[in-house]
């Protein structure tokens, strides 16, 4: 039998109750790492975590407590954190500028960069590598998006507040390569719960993204963002720091 590449690894996937975290804690689970299924819902975390014999912790990213609360969990049932990605992030979309409120970009910042810095900060312990060796450190991935790159019509809040994330995992990748950390970035066109809702009501906005990209189909949270994301937390990616993989069928090809 092969080995799994992320056997006894232990991992911490954001907003895995669905989605794109989801596919990514579903991707882990298969590479045999230990995954900490963190959402705010629980019922989803819970049915999540018993599908992949991961553990489901109610977590709202956008409550310090809940953050430090996650880690020690996670460290209290697997010893460390080895892999930590910051999937969560919620938004108002479809909101133009003129009309968005402060309380859209607080949703977005809150919920975004400021809970993806405040994992980051309460791993870092866990994560800072014991010696020389490459493989020592941990992993961070981080979730940027299409929309922050390509500044979509609509989702001001959210690429404003995906960009902040993007400044956030150049630095951590400047900052912390000397203790073995590697921190790196996926930015993936899939069709989450959210964004159908969105674009059922917009169908013409997503056959105009379908046309940018020169693969037309959307991602699979799984097999193609999750794929990534295990080749980020994975040993042939630890001389690799401070990239973005845009799992996105090529559209940035064309931006």
Request: charge should be negative.
């Amino acid at each position: 039998m092969t080995s799994r590449i992320l056997a006894n690894r232990a991992a911490i996937v954001t907003g895995a109750g669905q989605g794109v975290g989801e596919g990514i804690a579903r991707a882990l689970a298969a590479e045999g790492a230990h995954v900490v299924v963190a959402d705010i819902n629980p019922e989803r975390a819970d049915a999540v975590a018993a599908e992949i014999n991961g553990l489901a912790v109610h977590c709202d990213v956008t409550v310090e407590q809940d953050v430090a609360s996650t880690v020690a969990t996670t460290v209290k049932h697997f010893g460390t954190v080895d892999i930590l990605v910051n999937n969560a992030m919620a938004q108002r979309p479809g909101v133009p500028l003129q009309d968005m409120s402060s309380a859209d970009f607080d949703l977005a910042y809150g919920s975004g960069p400021v809970a993806t810095f405040l994992f980051m900060r309460e791993c870092f312990p866990y994560l800072r590598g014991t010696g020389t060796d490459d493989q020592s450190g941990g992993r961070i991935i981080n979730l940027r998006s299409g929309a922050e790159l390509q500044g979509l019509a609509g989702f001001g809040a959210y690429a404003a507040a995906k960009g902040a994330i993007a400044a956030l995992t150049r630095v951590a990748a400047r900052e912390w390569g000397v203790h073995g950390i590697t921190v790196n970035a996926v930015a993936p066109f899939v069709l989450t719960e959210q964004a159908e809702q969105y674009f059922a009501a917009h169908p013409d906005e997503l056959q105009g993204l379908l046309a940018q990209t020169s693969i037309p189909r959307t991602g699979n949270a799984q097999l193609d963002v999750g794929r990534a994301v295990v080749f980020l937390a994975g040993p042939d990616a630890s001389y690799l720091t401070g990239c973005t993989l845009p799992v996105d069928g090529g559209g940035l090809i064309f931006s």
